[in-house]
């Protein structure tokens, strides 16, 4: 049974920073990241990466403040936000997918998702 478990979400102020982490278990993925659903909001892509060749992408509105990065083995992934505004509140949701070789930032293209975490900033 495959399972993402996101953690690390929470309460911060703007200009902080939060570190969101995610771990997957049930099979290996080929790539990893994370969206975003604010209320009343589309669910939008933050950040993914692949293992092979190591390529990463970034929404737009979190270019520059936001990295992602992996553990060697193939199932954890973490998103570092700095900088966080009052518009990075949303939920945060893990997402994977095992046959990805190009980074896809549509939500129909990962296979499998976390429950989320709510990350909440503070103006």
């Known amino acids: 049974q495959v399972q993402l478990v996101e953690s690390g979400g929470g309460l911060v102020q703007a200009g902080g920073s939060l570190n969101l982490s995610c771990v997957a278990s049930?099979?290996?993925?080929?790539?990893m990241g994370w969206f975003r659903q604010a209320p009343g909001k589309e669910r939008e892509f933050v950040a993914a990466?692949?293992?092979?060749?190591?390529?990463?992408e970034y929404g737009n509105s979190v270019k520059g403040r936001f990295t992602i990065s992996r553990a060697n083995a193939r199932n954890t992934v973490f998103l570092q936000m700095n900088s966080l505004k009052a518009e990075d509140t949303a939920v945060y949701y893990c997402?994977?997918?095992?046959?990805?070789?190009?980074?896809?930032?549509?939500?129909?293209?990962?296979?499998?998702w976390g429950q989320g975490t709510q990350v909440t900033v503070s103006s």
């Open positions: 990466t692949t293992w092979l060749g190591g390529n990463k």
């Open positions: 997402v994977a997918d095992f046959q990805m070789r190009t980074i896809a930032t549509m939500t129909y293209f990962y296979d499998y």
């Open positions: 049930g099979r290996t993925f080929s790539a």
